[in-house]
């Protein structure tokens, strides 16, 4: 095992939660009656953003638009890679208009946006970890998506089904802990994805259901730090066993809309 890991600094996309809210429900994390304080969400989201900087990180933001309560969910808004970005296609109507936002976002820091033609939403489901795009499906992303963004990309997509509806976005179940390695929750994928995932990441990190019900899988690693929910308690001891700092960031009000740390952060990947 190494002991010493690296950290790569990273360009990361946000999107302050000025208008968030749980007002429709699209996932079964959502209630609509529970109510949100809005204060305590944009104050956590604020810990997460002060959490990128200090470690070195940069943080861009989009200007989050008054309607959209989800819009705090960057990471649905597209999937970069190598300068190139695949754009968002959303599954809920409540959600589709916010994909217009991220494009202009995009073209107006310089990259030339191709918008795909199926529902495909972004980093939610499609993973870059390493040589692959790992692909989520089942709930959301479709196969044509996958292939999609294979094309735009140049890097061949590894299609995942997801089959639990508590994790029905792929960052919900797994994420990239550096180019070699990965974390997840198996309990979250068919058994044939299962056994592509054991295929291609022998030495992976498994997470246990109560970890990934905590979130813990939604995280957001730089090779060393992964910024984690501090209730995935397991998982946060076993970063350390295998030589990751653990960076604790509690995102709970933003939990009852489905989403953690790692929905809330878009890595833009330059050329
Ligand atoms: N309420 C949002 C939805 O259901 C949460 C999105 C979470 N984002 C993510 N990348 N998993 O679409």
Redesign the pocket.
Known sequence: MKTSRVARRRRYLLCEPRHFDVRYA??PW?RVDGGVDRALALAQWTRLADTYRELGHTVDTVEPVPGLP?MV?A??GAVTLGGRVLGARFH?EE?RPEAAAFQAWFKAAGFDVHMPETVSEG??DLVPAGRWVLAGTGFRTTLTAHHEAQELLGVPTVGLRLTDPYFY?L??ALFALDDENVCYYPGAFSPGSREVLRGLFPDALLATREDALAFGL?SVSDGRHVVVAPQAEGLVEQLSAHGYVPVPVDLSELHK???GI??CTQEVRSA
């Open positions: 699209i996932n959502m989800d969910f990471a649905n809920a959600r980093e939610g976005h960052d919900t939604n809309a489905g989403g790692k929905c």
